[in-house]
Every structure is written in C-alpha cells, then in structure tokens.
C-alpha cells in the first residue's frame, strides 16, 4: 500500500545532541512538509520542499535542518540550537495540482 | 492565507449529525475551503474542500456561504470513531504551505 511512513513513532535524546527523524513516502508525491505540534495547539510548518535538492524554511525553522536528496525522503534533523525540541513531529506529502496533503502518523520526540 | 474561527469545541449524539461551523470573513476569491480531522496521537487526514460550491464525499458535507465567508462541515451520521480535532483552513490551493490553528474539538457521545 502506497503512503508515508515516519520513524521511529518514539524517540528519547539527551538535551543537547542532534537527532534525525525520519520521513519517506511512496506515493510520488513532489511536495513534502515538516509541522510540530505542541500539546493542545495547532500544527506549526518548520521545513517544507517542493522538489528534490530544494527546500525553504516556514514558520519555526529555526534549530532544524532538513535535506530532499530524493524524492521519497524528506529527513528532519532537530539540532541542539533548537530551545524546546520536545513536541509531536508530522510529516507529509501532497502531488502537485492536487489539494489534499497525506500525513504520516508522526514521531514523539523527547529530550530529557 | 486568511484566518479561520472555529470555536473550541462542541459535542452531538452518536448517529446524529454533526455540523462544524467556521467563520473566515477575509477569505479571497481565490482561496479554497479546507477541511482536515486529527484524531488523538496520529496525524491529520484530509477530509473536504472546496471554493464556491457545496461539495460532499463519502466522509462529509462541506456547506459555503454564498458571500464565501463562513462554512460549515457536516457529518451526517457521527459515530464515536468521528471524536476527532477538526481544521478548517483557507489556502489558495494546490502545493500551497497549509497554516492549522487550533481547530474544534468534536466529542460524539454514546
């Protein structure tokens, strides 16, 4: 079956080192997107990308760095720079001309 | 991307339906009507959407205003899996980055 799939679905770091989530889809779908989620608010866009070897910041980017080598993948890297790296991670696609995006089921981050 | 108002949160009856307001008084005219669910610990899904006209599909109903200022989401018939966090959004379309605020708290009760 044909989706996007994010691992792992829990992670544990100490404050303090980088961690990379991970995001592939197979759905040939061009644009992908990282959102966070805090508990009780809304989805908030960190990096999104549109096609491969190209990506722009959104709304927080600040202490994350993403990479598009492929389409499939879309790896979120959360760096010790970001203040609160705590949170709910979701990624997701969406084929262009069409209006609904497909997320993934998402990865609990958690920096102790 | 215009704003959205949605109120925090509202329940119904299980097999009634359900019916989602939003307010988004500054949409544009090129701007559709999106409509996503998140239920608890996993990610969104899309639901509906549409610009000028009703639309329905095998999940919901999505009613606009003639003046485009305001729609509202059906689900005909609830059931408790329908308990959910439900956006709605404006965006001017397809590829276009997605801003989800904090949505309506559907609980359906037995």
């Known amino acids: 079956d044909g989706g996007i799939t994010q691992s792992p679905k829990y992670l544990f770091r100490k404050e303090g080192q980088n961690v990379t989530l991970s995001c592939e889809q197979n759905l040939n779908h061009d644009a992908m997107y990282w959102y966070r989620q805090d508990p009780g608010q809304g989805l908030r866009l960190i990096y999104y990308s549109q096609i491969v070897n190209d990506f722009q910041k959104g709304d927080i980017a600040e202490g994350y760095s993403v990479s598009r080598e492929k389409k499939e993948s879309f790896p979120l890297t959360v760096t010790s720079a970001q203040k609160n790296p705590t949170a709910f991670y979701l990624c997701?696609?969406?084929?262009?001309?069409?209006?609904?995006?497909?997320f993934g089921s998402g990865t609990r981050l958690t920096v102790v | 991307d215009a704003k959205t108002t949605q109120p925090t949160s509202m329940d119904c009856a299980e097999g009634r339906a359900a019916n989602l307001p939003c307010n988004h008084s500054t949409i544009s005219g090129n701007e559709y009507v999106y409509w996503y669910r998140q239920i608890h610990s996993q990610g969104p899904q899309y639901i509906i959407h549409?610009?000028?006209n009703n639309e329905t599909n095998e999940m919901a109903s999505l009613i606009i205003t003639e003046d485009r200022k305001s729609s509202t989401l059906i689900l005909p018939h609830a059931t408790l899996r329908d308990t959910a966090v439900y956006y709605c959004i404006v965006n001017t379309g397809a590829n276009s980055k997605l801003t989800f605020g904090k949505g309506i708290t559907l609980s359906v009760r037995p």
């Open positions: 997701a696609s969406t084929l262009r001309g069409s209006h609904g995006y497909t």
């Open positions: 549409g610009l000028k």
